[in-house]
T-cell receptor, first 117, second 109 residues
């Protein structure tokens, strides 16, 4: 089945440690996104990528890093520089906005819930 | 930065009552999407509206895009407990979808 897979589902880390969240899609989508969600709040964009080997900062990129070496993969690293990393992280993909007049439907993974102890 | 204004922030209704949530933008939009996120789940796409004044229906859900393409609404007729969740109307700004806080819907049975 086509879809988007995030791992791990739950992750605990100590302060000062970096952690990498995995996001893989087999939908052949060019665009991929990382959002952060805090309890009772909306989704805030961290990074997005519209094509392999290229990505842009979203609204809250500080303390995070990404790579896009393959079309199907868009891992997110939460670094020790991120002041308040405990949150629910959501990865999504869509057809490239460049192929349409506007961004298409976002397909979300099930999310990764990170807790910093 | 860009902001998505959605009201109400929270609504608690009796099962069988109708429910409406509204989204507003200060700028003209090319399109608007709607998503539903169940408690503990991830957002799931409901619909995309692109034409001025467009109205689309999905069973008990009615979606509308304003004539000026600056606002949109989602109306649920006769709510059911399965409608519980947060409804988002992300707006597109420069190939990015910007999500607001959404409207949290709770349904009393």
């Amino acid at each position: 089945d086509g879809g988007i897979t995030q791992s791990p589902k739950y992750l605990f880390r100590k302060e000062g440690q970096n952690v990498t969240l995995s996001c893989e899609q087999n939908l052949n989508h060019d665009a991929m996104y990382w959002y952060r969600q805090d309890p009772g709040q909306g989704l805030r964009l961290i990074y997005y990528s519209q094509i392999v080997n290229d990505f842009q900062k979203g609204d809250i990129a500080e303390g995070y890093s990404v790579s896009r070496e393959k079309k199907e993969s868009f891992p997110l690293t939460v670094t020790s520089a991120q002041k308040n990393p405990t949150a629910f992280y959501l990865c999504a993909s869509s057809i490239s906005p460049g192929l349409a007049r506007y961004t298409g439907e976002l397909f979300f993974g099930e999310g990764s819930r990170l807790t910093v102890l | 930065g860009q902001q998505v204004m959605q009201i109400p922030q929270y609504q608690h209704v009796q099962e069988g009552e109708d429910f409406t949530t509204y989204c507003n933008s200060s700028t003209t939009l090319s399109n608007i999407q709607w998503y539903k996120q169940r408690p503990g789940g991830h957002p799931v796409f409901l619909i995309q509206l692109v034409k001025s004044g467009e109205v689309k229906k999905q069973k008990r859900l009615t979606f509308q895009f304003g004539e000026a393409k600056k606002n949109s609404s989602l109306h649920i007729t006769a709510t059911q407990t399965t409608d519980v969740g947060t409804y988002f109307c992300p707006m597109e700004y420069g190939n990015k979808l910007v999500f607001g806080a959404g409207t949290i819907l709770r349904v009393k049975s």
